[in-house]
Structure formats: C-alpha cells, structure tokens
C-alpha cells in the first residue's frame, strides 16, 4: 500500500488506485496520515470533518466513516487495518516507505545534513528528489479544518527552503546557468519571495547577463510595491548593487 499527500491525497494498492466514495472519507484519511503514527481523538477528527457545523449525530457518523475506510484499507487479503482504535480516537500506522511524506522529511533532511557538510552534490540530488514526490496542490480539495490547513501552510514551507538550499547548493557548485529556468519558474509561483529573486540575479550574473540580472530587480520591486507598497529588502537591494559595481564577491567559488 502506498499513501502520498504532496499532491491531490492518493492510495495505490500495487497497480489499482483505489477510489475513496466520500470526501468525509478523505478527510479522514488525509487527517491520520497527517498525524501518522499519532492518536487523533474523536473531537479533532470531528472539527476536522465538519469544521465547526457538526451534526448531532456527528459521532455516530464518524464511527461508520472509519468502518468504512478500515475495510477499504484492508483489501488485497490483508489480515488488519492499518487503523487502530487508541483512546481517545483512533491511530493510524503506515508501514516501511508506504507514506511519501515521510520519504519527502527523510530527503530534506538528508539535504540538510550535506549542506552543512558542504557535501553539495549530495545536497542537490537530495532535494531534487525530494521536490519530485510533489504531484500537485497539496490536499487542496480537503483544506477545511485546522489540521490540514496547518499541515499545508507547514508542508509549503518546508518546499520553498527545499527550493532555496537546492538552489544554494547549485550556485556553490558553479552550476548558475542550470538553474536560472528552474528559478524564473520559483518567481512566477512565488512572486513576493525575495530570496529566489536574489538567486536569480546572482545566477544571472554568473552567466555573463547582467543587464538580465538588473531586469530581475526591476521585476521584483515593481511586484512587491504593487502588491505590499514596500520596496526591496537589504539583501536584494545590496545584490543590486554588487551588480552594477561588478562585486567580486558575486564572482563564482565552486565548492571543492
């Protein structure tokens, strides 16, 4: 069984997708999955399910929900659910390398480590596969309760500082040229990210197009004094001006 999250929520049983008949249903699965390994009580998974509008019978109903889903989950010949009634709610245990988050966290994490080793190509291939599990909008037909809303302001995070250090990694290497697509692709996601502007104009630079590079900063405080009223902050200012005095400091130092 494989659960993934970094995208639309998904179950795959060998080859078979497996439909979930109710968005309750998904709600609940996206819930536990969220908190593997933890006990989610019945009250949470309540609020989660119907927010703060619960039906009077609201209990009852999540009780035929996790029946439901336990006999889903439990198909394909398997012995038990991978749910687990835990006072005061239920638990739901993942086995080994059968929730892609957990891959995601496990990557990072080994991303991070080789970043403060300066282990750069390591850093790269890391996140670079890390990035790939994503599959789209996380959760983003399920995003009614607290729980999952949290979990996803979270997850995006975690995937801009993923981007940032993959980026880091690759200018530290001298490889600019190859991530200036992959950078014009971060700022039209994320336009009010200053970081991956800064990037972008020192990979621009380091690839001998530093009227492109100046361009970027032009972008970048036209956005931000449309969309916030501010100007630029200290970093993307002083790279500005590394620029147009041609820093060496800006010049290329390829990791060893």
Known sequence: MRYEILGPLRVVDGDDVLTIS????????????IRSGQVVSLDQLITEIWNHDPPKRATAALYVYVSQ???LLSGGGRATSPIRTRTPGYQLCPGDDELDLEQFQDLVNAGRQATRAGRHEQA????????????????????????VTGFVSWLEEVRLECSEKLV??????????EVVGFLYAQITEHPLHEAFYRQLMQALYRSERRADALNVYQIARTTLREQLGLEPGRALRETQQSI????????????V
Do not use: Q
């Open 22 to 33: 109710a968005h309750k249903m998904e709600v609940l699965l996206a819930t536990l999955l």
């Open 69 to 71: 889903l336990r006999k």
């Open 124 to 147: 790269v291939a890391a996140y670079r596969e890390a990035l790939g599990l994503w599959r789209g909008p996380v959760l983003s037909e399920l995003r009614d309760g607290p729980i």
């Open 168 to 177: 880091e990694s690759s200018l530290a290497l001298g490889w600019h040229r």
């Open 244 to 255: 147009l005095v041609a820093d060496e400091r800006l010049d290329v130092r390829t990791a």
